[in-house]
T-cell receptor, first 109, second 115 residues
Framework: GQNIDQPTEMTATEGAIVQINCTYQ??????LFWYQQHAGEAPTFLSY??LDGLEEKGRFSSFLSRSKGYSYLLLKELQMKDSASYLC??????????WGAGTKLIIKP | GAVVSQHPSWVICKSGTSVKIECRSL??????MFWYRQFPKQSLMLMAT?????????EQGVEKDKFLINHASLTLSTLTVTSAHPEDSSFYIC???????????FGPGTRLTVT
């Protein structure tokens, strides 16, 4: 079966760095996405990785290792507005997105 | 950037009535649209995938006669919840994928409350 695992909840301090991990087992791989979702709102796109390595975009970076079925989202200089759920999703061989359950990130002052 | 709209943003209806939700891609052509449902504190659950001009593909456990999906054009898909019941109360989100890319662009969601 297809499976995406990520921690349910994480807590971090304003100004700090946090890494949210995601492991996956899917039938085929056409890229991995990270989305941010604030409560009561739709997800917004953060990053897309299809090749191994690190993609940096401002305060957010995403890493992929296809051989390990592993990705992480790194958030630097955390701000209170970063409190949200972070969703990991893998596009399988049918170009369908397989979603993780999301990681709720709580930022404390 | 690509924009997807949904209408209405929220709706309250009585049990037994039907509700139609529209999803529009405003500045691109969406060959494929996706309908998701999200219950409180849970992840997105894909309900169905629709391609323009063809019948939608429903996920296991989703009743196609209850959740009617129409994707009549490259910019519009509709989801109709027929004979709604309180357990259908949820956050319904559509997303659209354009001709060239992999990314799904999400609409703002529709919060449905059935009383």
């Amino acid at each position: 079966g297809q499976n995406i695992d990520q921690p349910t909840e994480m807590t971090a301090t304003e100004g700090a760095i946090v890494q949210i991990n995601c492991t996956y087992q899917t039938s085929g791989f056409n890229g991995l996405f990270w989305y941010q979702q604030h409560a009561g709102e739709a997800p917004t796109f953060l990053s897309y990785n299809v090749l191994d390595g690190l993609e940096e975009k401002g305060r957010f970076s995403s890493f992929l290792s296809r051989s390990k079925g592993y990705s992480y989202l790194l958030l630097k200089e955390l701000q209170m507005k970063d409190s949200a759920s972070y969703l990991c999703a893998v596009m399988d061989s049918n170009y369908q997105l397989i979603w993780g359950a999301g990681t709720k990130l709580i930022i404390k002052p | 950037g690509a924009v997807v709209s949904q209408h209405p943003s929220w709706v309250i209806c009585k049990s037994g009535t039907s509700v139609k939700i529209e999803c529009r891609s405003l500045d691109f052509q969406a060959t494929t649209m996706f309908w998701y449902r999200q219950f409180p504190k849970q992840s997105l659950m894909l309900m169905a995938t629709s391609n323009e001009g063809s019948k939608a593909t429903y996920e296991q456990g989703v009743e196609k006669d209850k959740f009617l999906i129409n994707h009549a054009s490259l910019t519009l898909s509709t989801l109709t919840v027929t004979s709604a019941h309180p357990e259908d109360s949820s956050f319904y989100i559509c997303s659209a994928r354009d001709l060239s890319g992999y990314e799904q662009y999400f609409g703002p969601g529709t919060r449905l409350t059935v009383t």
